[in-house]
């Protein structure tokens, strides 16, 4: 056999062998003391456990990097939490609603260090509907600011709410927070509170908005005293008064449409002459007493084909005619015909 016909070994196929056979060192330790590998850290020539100690200090370098990186992020988050409690406590302590959107656009630049802070309100109470934080606000902004299910971060955007800054040129990086009911993430915003600065790393697209989202609900909060009571409350129910009355309407236009209900009279087969009292069972005067309909007697009943005894066979549309048995009771006595009125148009409760 022509040895050129054996492929070549190459490095992979060396590492694979000591991958699958660990025990080669084992077997050759001194191999171990006898391979030099070059250094990563200079040109000398060290043997394979230096090596190896080497590269194990560089992990070990990068785990400390990324624990002490940790440890910032945590006394920065410990700093911004104790700030947050204090911006709300002072909030708590203003009085002054007028004032109030005033302080927390302030407490934003002093408390937060955010170099801009701006918001608007709107479907406030009559007496603070002349307020500038209450004005210059557009059907856009007040959709745009409802279309928001989270704070918005990132560069500058052709929004509204740019203009709302006092230096709107001077904004590199926003973030909107919209200002909502508090517990209802859903319901339609009632104002927006924008944070501006020039640093176009100051707010980006891809951090993390667990603490502008605290920031949104303490000031929503805050700012609901602004607002009117129950105005979401009231826009539904006028909604659903203007659905329903078309609905009333062509009710009140179609009598025809409501179930035709036979005559107190007609109980009984044929109707009493005119000005003669017909003659009536023990307990019968309930049930021909004209303020009971048969609808209504029926719907006294769980089962009055079952309770009464009532047997018999369809006799036109709507009604039955049958006998009643002796378990009928007062209502009618043995054998005497009685008519039922069966309405299938309405819905069934």
């Not at 990132?154 to 800054?165: I, T, Y």
């Not at 066979?313 to 009618?332: I, L």
């Amino acid at each position: 056999m022509n040895a050129n016909e054996f492929a070549p070994i190459t490095e992979r196929d060396i590492a694979e062998f000591l991958i699958q056979n660990p025990g080669f060192f084992e077997r050759n330790a001194e191999l171990l003391s006898a391979v030099q590998l070059g250094s990563a850290h200079g040109q000398r020539v060290v043997s394979l456990h230096e090596r190896q100690a080497e590269m194990l200090r560089d992990k070990i370098k990068v785990l400390e990097h990324r624990l002490v990186e940790m440890i910032r992020h945590g006394s920065n988050n410990s700093v911004t939490t104790n700030r947050l409690l204090k911006w709300a406590t002072g909030l708590y302590l203003e009085h002054d609603l007028n004032a109030l959107p005033g302080k927390i656009c302030d407490d934003m630049r002093d408390v937060f260090m955010v170099p801009q802070a701006a918001l608007r309100v709107w479907g406030v109470t009559p007496e603070f509907a002349g307020q500038p934080f209450a004005t210059g606000v557009s059907a856009d902004a007040r959709n745009f600011a409802s279309s928001l299910s989270a704070p918005y971060c990132g560069m500058h955007v052709g929004v509204e709410a740019v203009k709302w800054l006092d230096e709107p040129t001077q904004a590199a990086s926003l973030a909107l927070l919209p200002l909502r009911p508090a517990g209802q993430p859903r319901a339609p915003a009632f104002g927006m509170l924008v944070l501006a600065s020039p640093d176009t790393q100051r707010y980006q697209e891809d951090m993390a908005t667990d603490f502008l989202e605290r920031i949104a609900e303490i000031a929503s909060a805050a700012l609901s005293r602004l607002t009117t009571p129950g105005a979401s409350c009231a826009q539904a129910a006028s909604l659903g008064a203007e659905t329903a009355a078309p609905a009333s309407a062509a009710h009140e236009a179609s009598p025809s449409a409501a179930p035709q209900v036979a005559e107190p009279g007609a109980a009984y087969g044929s109707a009493p002459a005119a000005g003669a009292a017909a003659p009536q069972p023990d307990g019968a005067a309930a049930a021909s007493d004209s303020s009971v309909s048969p609808v209504q007697l029926a719907a006294q009943q769980e089962s009055p084909a079952q309770e009464q005894g009532v047997s018999g066979t369809p006799s036109g549309p709507g009604w039955v005619t049958g006998a009643v048995s002796a378990s009928a009771g007062p209502v009618a006595s043995e054998g005497s015909s009685i008519r039922l009125v069966v309405d299938n148009s309405g819905p069934s409760f």
